[in-house]
């Protein structure tokens, strides 16, 4: 589990491709610190298992099924990502919950200065939509950000400088890809009344007796 507050931003060194799986090498400082192997680290918002490191990277491998649903299908050589730990039972939980299992991919049709904030509008499939709401949180390539707008097909995020600058934002371009994580707790909600109404509907059917 993760907040989505990014610890610091690594760099692709290696991509080893086998099949349809990939394994990605990155290069890091702080999250090394005290890292294990077997211990997760959020990569673009992806949960990842650490399979090795040494003093200056980590490796992990990415199956199929992660790279069809992610913008890791794009990653290239020298490529920048987020990146944040596993969080600690008693850390300060400054983001929101982010399980690090990407929904989709969104896609930034909008980039503007809004005073000091850097206004970012993406494209989102109406079957993530759905769970996205005004001033709700949702992550993006694993930042923890405020939904401060929303349209029929997009919605937008308000950086502060400090995230800009801290992140892979300062790196996208219109057009450019994002891993998108909606909030978790509107999805077990969604889950949960639709199993009721099903249960419900049964309930209410009439009995038939032979």
């Known amino acids: 589990m993760f907040t989505g507050l990014i610890e610091e931003i690594g760099t692709i060194i290696s991509i080893s ?9 990155i290069s890091a400082r702080q999250i090394l610190k005290g890292l294990n192997i077997g211990d997760s680290v959020s990569t673009n918002g992806v949960c ?7 003093d200056s990277a ?15 299908k794009s990653f290239r050589l020298g490529e920048s990502v987020n990146l944040e730990r596993a969080m600690i039972v008693g850390d300060r939980f400054g983001g929101h919950v982010v399980s690090g299992h990407v929904d989709g991919i969104g896609t930034i049709s909008e980039i503007r200065k809004d005073g000091i904030a850097t206004l970012i509008t993406i494209k989102a499939p109406p079957k993530l939509m759905k769970y996205v709401i005004q001033k709700g949180s949702i992550a993006v390539d694993g930042v923890s ?8 097909n997009a919605f937008s995020i308000s950086l502060i400088p400090h995230t800009f600058h ?8 219109l057009l450019s890809t994002v891993n998108l994580e909606t909030d978790l707790f509107a999805k077990y909600a969604e ?10 509907e049964f309930q209410h059917k009439p ?3 032979y």
């Not at 990842?48 to 040494?54: A, E, H, S």
């Not at 801290?166 to 371009?173: D, E, G």
């Open 48 to 54: 990842l298992t650490v399979t090795d490191k040494n």
């Open 207 to 209: 009995q038939f007796k």
């Open 166 to 173: 801290n992140t892979v934002f300062s790196q996208k371009r």
């Open 145 to 152: 950000l405020t939904v401060a707008a929303i349209r029929p």
């Open 58 to 72: 980590f490796s992990a491998d990415v199956m199929n099924e992660t790279i069809q649903h992610t913008n890791f």
């Open 17 to 25: 491709n086998s099949g349809k799986s990939l394994c990605l090498s």
């Open 191 to 200: 889950k949960f009344i639709q199993r009721y109404a099903v249960y419900s």
